[in-house]
């Protein structure tokens, strides 16, 4: 039987986040944020106490891209997302398993957010973050790391809430996992991003040695076709071969749209080098448009969903559109990446092929992409887009002490450039030999508490009623 728990205090942290290159995708550009951390002390039922810890950049105008929100509501809503969490995982006070507590406050959490004109996506954020953390202090007081603990089934994964599945193939799924040792990185090509020459795509100093690439669309069929002809006559200038991902962030507005822009990866011989190396393409339309368009006449180019995934239900009714995949972030929850994987095996029979994909909001160094990398290693992501690699400068405002206790920590996964410790990236690849060394959640210590101001309490959103 897996352990059983309860929550005994739930603390919010932030720091400063500055970008060291601005990065626009979708409808927004980022040059700064704010990192979230996450801290929780547990009681496991004949344990004792345990302390865990998470850690996840606030991202303005992902999960709720309404263009009435400025970017600062839109922070409030993940701000307010997090407090409503907080008070239903303290509410239960009884002993439950890590899953039985984010099955039992899901559903509650997606109402309350609900009353306060916050989308599903956006209230998932709040569970998502703290059960990293549950988890992280459940394997810390169990003394064993992420892998082993998962593939027994610790956290008590079972199909409550996903009737089209039953516990036996979760347990299954589980219990076959074989961490990867090495997971590639996709690099990102924002929209303002340089494309030719001196740190260009194609420039090893830029791209880290990648052979995976996600370039951005901004929604318009010919600008994106422009755009994509010189990015992929600059990649066909390394000398090695890519695999290409696109991702329009819920840029293009409806079907019509999409056609035109898969009719010219089809028959434009300018992005035949893209479209030959085209693995899928990532939320193309809003969620709401995806929803109520079936693309079964595009399906061959392989289509998943990403803002769209904002419920256990979301994958199977993507799968009932003409969508394969599904993407793995755990800013959208660590336990629905592992039933939509479990889905995704379970699903790929008879010729049929279903996978679930790593893609990176923007994962920090230290907690936030430790802690990403380790779940898209558990469940079988051979390579996952990493963005603060190259859109922010190391552990950016980490105090060196943190940074260099990390390093030390976790010598393959980072390195010291000059006064910066940053991602160590291996022929393209990340290594996960370290996270899984130690007790806990891909992480054998915590970051600095005591160098952290409490994360900023929300102001009240402004309805877009209220605006008119």
């Known amino acids: 039987m897996p352990p059983r728990l309860a929550v005994k205090d739930i603390a919010f942290f932030e720091r400063p986040l500055v970008f060291a290159r601005p990065f626009r995708f979708g409808a ?28 996840e950049m606030l991202a303005p105008k992902w999960f709720d891209k309404r263009p009435h ?14 407090a409503s969490a907080r008070e239903l995982y303290l509410a ?14 899901i559903g509650p959490q997606v109402a309350a957010c609900a009353a306060e004109d916050i989308p599903p996506l956006a209230a998932g954020f709040g569970p998502a973050e703290i059960d990293k953390a549950i988890l992280d202090a459940l394997l810390r007081a169990a003394g064993v790391n992420f892998f082993d603990g998962m593939a027994g089934n610790i956290a008590g994964v079972d199909a409550r809430l996903t009737p089209d599945l039953d516990d036996a193939a979760i347990a299954r799924f589980l219990s076959a996992r ?15 991003d340089k494309v030719e020459g001196e740190g260009g795509v194609a420039d090893r100093n830029e791209n880290a040695g990648a052979r995976y690439f996600k370039l ?25 071969t890519t695999r290409i991902t696109l991702d329009a962030n819920e840029q293009y507005a409806d079907l019509a749209a999409l056609n ?17 190396n085209l693995l899928y393409i990532e939320q193309p339309m809003p969620r709401d ?23 256990y ?21 660590i336990y629905k990446s592992v039933i939509n994987a479990t889905r995704a095996a379970a699903w790929s029979v008879d010729g049929a092929s279903y996978f679930i994909s790593g893609e990176d909001l923007t994962c920090q160094a230290g907690l936030g992409v430790q802690q990403d990398l380790a779940l898209g290693a558990l469940i079988g992501v051979p390579h996952a887009e990493r963005n603060g690699h190259h859109y922010v400068d190391g552990f950016a405002d980490t105090p060196a002490d943190e940074a260099d206790a990390f390093l030390t920590a976790h010598p393959d996964l980072y390195a010291r450039d000059g006064s910066k410790v940053r991602l160590a990236i291996h022929d393209g690849d990340l290594l996960t030999g370290s996270i899984a060394a130690a007790a806990g959640f891909a992480s054998s210590i915590h970051p600095d508490w005591s160098t952290m101001q409490p994360l900023k309490r929300p102001t009240p959103r402004v309805s877009q009623e209220q605006t008119v």
């Not at 994509?228 to 066909?236: D, M, P, T, V």
Request: aromatic share 6%; hydrophobic share 40%.
């Open 92 to 105: 239960n006070t009884g002993f439950e398993t890590a899953f039985g507590l984010h099955a039992a406050c």
């Open 216 to 240: 951005k669309l901004n929604g318009d069929p010919a600008h994106d076709a422009a755009r994509l002809a010189q990015i992929g006559s600059e990649l066909a200038k390394l000398p090695y």
């Open 260 to 276: 035109a822009l898969v009719d010219r990866l089809d028959d434009d011989p300018a992005l035949q080098s893209i479209s030959a």
């Open 313 to 333: 239900d979301a994958f199977p009714q993507a799968r009932a559109l003409g969508y394969r995949g599904i993407s793995s972030k755990s800013c959208k929850g």
């Open 69 to 82: 929100l400025t970017d600062p509501q839109s922070l409030d809503g993940l701000r307010r997302s997090l």
């Open 28 to 55: 927004v550009t980022i040059t700064a944020s704010t990192q979230l951390f996450v801290r929780v002390e547990i009681e496991v039922e004949g344990k004792g106490r345990s302390t865990g810890a998470s850690a």
């Open 289 to 311: 448009i995806t929803k109520a368009s079936p693309i079964w006449r595009l399906a061959a180019r392989n289509f998943i969903i990403d803002e769209a995934d904002d419920s």
């Open 178 to 192: 074989q961490r990867l040792e090495r997971v590639a990185v996709r690099h990102t090509v924002g929209m303002d």
